[in-house]
């Protein structure tokens, strides 16, 4: 047998592992709503390849590949044990009994592990939360595709309706053409499942979810009880209201709270989640995420300036374009924007750095922003340039960052890759808030830039819908539990 006949041999069995893995996954997540992560990435719904790839790719975190043939005996015992809702980590379950010398099976090490989601600890589940949308552009798509992809047992977010413009002029074929802005995305690929339309009942049905689609052009024409939705969380990813008032007329009734995916003005509080989510008070009923670029900055600088402390900071982003510009050159009330956006670079303003004071107020140090736009459609960088408290090293700092993106309360929001040859695209569908460039980092003294990937579409998505998690009380545990 030749090398390479052992090398294929060796790949066909690790599909036949990863083959077993995928049921048993499943099954956690349907019945127990137990999401099943590898290194703070799902597994939920993955193939045969992308769970084999993930687990490839620990090994420019971990500096070696993971092998299914170690995780598979940590799924299997978690199997076994009598589980609430929660999210558990086989990678980090592999990792860490690596490193115990306690003798302890993996079953025993298992069970120890995630007792706080088990028996009389564990979390009964809950009621699913309703959820509204209001608009449906690139990021209340987006967020559409992840609501239905986590309704998982059905008891967590479930998408209840979406409002639109229209009311009472809408073209007939105008349903038709929303699921399929849903069904197919240029950049985002197809729709995982399959949608259906009723128009004369005005749903459309997405992997089994039955959405409404409501026609209204203004919050006011809306009664969402006269649809049998309560307590929903609405979304409003139209832009068009960003203070107190404006998004309290959302607050109709069958409505309890607003989320807006812009960044919030006045007393709105702007939150990150990763970094400031659990400063929300249980009342409030107004919240704001931000923007994809704060989402990107401040979980890499508060870790920044965690550990080396921050005296100053210049950010300067450059950032896909966007909806917001024109095509080609026409009138645009600001002074650029208006210039073609797939032909040129556009020098614009970004709120970003001054946004930062509001997620991380505990900060003093004074940060600077600004902005490029660029001809690409998704995916952006924002370049941190940071004065540090103390001096240290590149060696010192990719450590540190790699060791966050791991281990840290910020895993899901920090990314970290060492792959020399990365480049924007390579980034459309990630799921952390920023991804740490290894390669492209310099650090010399208290010096430090970081560049910074992130997937400004689907990324800042995913961030959107941990905070809606949060507010709604289906944040479950992380298991094991990240250090502090």
Request: hydrophobic share 35%; aromatic share 6%; with cysteine.
């Amino acid at each position: 047998m030749t090398v390479n006949d052992d090398s294929f041999t060796n790949w066909k069995h690790r599909e036949e592992i990863a083959e077993s893995m995928i049921p048993l996954i499943g099954k956690l997540h349907r019945e127990r709503d137990v999401t099943v992560l590898l290194h703070s990435r799902s597994l939920v719904n993955k193939s045969v390849v992308s769970l084999l790839k993930t687990h490839r790719f620990v090994r420019q975190i971990a500096g070696e590949e993971l092998s299914v043939t170690e995780t598979l005996p940590f799924l299997q015992a978690l199997t076994t044990l009598d589980l609430g809702p929660s999210q558990i980590d086989i990678g980090r379950l592999a990792e860490e009994y690596r490193a115990d010398n306690r003798g302890l099976s993996v079953e025993q090490f298992t069970a120890e592990a995630v007792a706080g989601a088990t028996g009389a600890n564990k979390i009964e589940c809950r009621e699913g939360r309703d959820v509204v949308l209001y608009g449906f552009g690139r990021i209340g798509r987006l967020v559409a595709r992840l609501l239905i992809e986590k309704s998982g047992s059905g008891n967590g977010l479930r998408l209840r309706a979406i409002v639109v413009r229209g009311g009472g002029g809408r073209a007939a074929d105008d349903l038709v053409k929303r699921a399929s802005l849903l069904r197919r995305d240029s950049i985002h690929g197809q729709f995982q499942g399959t949608i259906t339309v009723d128009e004369a009942n005005s749903t459309i049905t997405a992997n089994g979810n039955e959405i409404k689609v409501i026609y209204a052009n203004d919050p006011s024409e809306v009664d969402y009880t006269a649809y049998g939705i309560k307590d929903a969380i609405l979304i409003d990813n139209t832009g068009k209201w960003r203070d107190r008032e404006g998004l309290s007329q959302h607050l109709r009734p069958g409505v309890d709270k607003v989320v807006l995916t812009a960044p919030g003005k006045g007393d709105v509080p702007n939150i990150v989640h990763g970094v400031n989510h659990d400063s929300l008070k249980p009342d409030e009923q107004i919240i704001s995420c931000a923007s994809c670029t704060t989402n990107a900055i401040v979980p890499p600088l508060k870790a920044m300036d965690d550990e080396y402390g921050v005296l100053r900071g210049h950010v300067e982003t450059v950032h896909s374009f966007t909806n917001d510009q024109n095509l080609l050159d026409n009138y645009h009330k600001a002074d650029r924007r208006g210039r073609s956006a797939p032909l040129n670079m556009v020098i614009t303003e970004t709120g970003a750095a001054s946004a930062v004071s509001k997620a991380l107020p505990d900060l003093k140090a004074h940060i600077t922003g600004s902005s490029i736009r660029v001809p690409v459609p998704d995916v952006s960088i924002a370049i941190l340039n940071l004065q540090l408290a103390r001096e240290t090293t590149r060696e010192e700092v990719l450590d540190h960052l790699r060791e966050v993106s791991l281990t840290s309360p910020l895993r899901r929001q920090i990314d970290f890759i060492s792959t020399p040859d990365a480049v924007s695209s390579d980034f459309i569908g990630s799921r952390h808030a920023s991804i740490v460039d290894a390669g492209a980092t310099k650090v010399e003294g208290d010096n430090a830039i970081l560049y910074l990937w992130y997937d400004n579409e689907f990324g800042y998505s995913c961030q959107v819908i941990r905070v809606v998690q949060h507010v709604s009380g289906v944040e479950y545990p992380t298991y094991p539990a990240p250090a502090v």
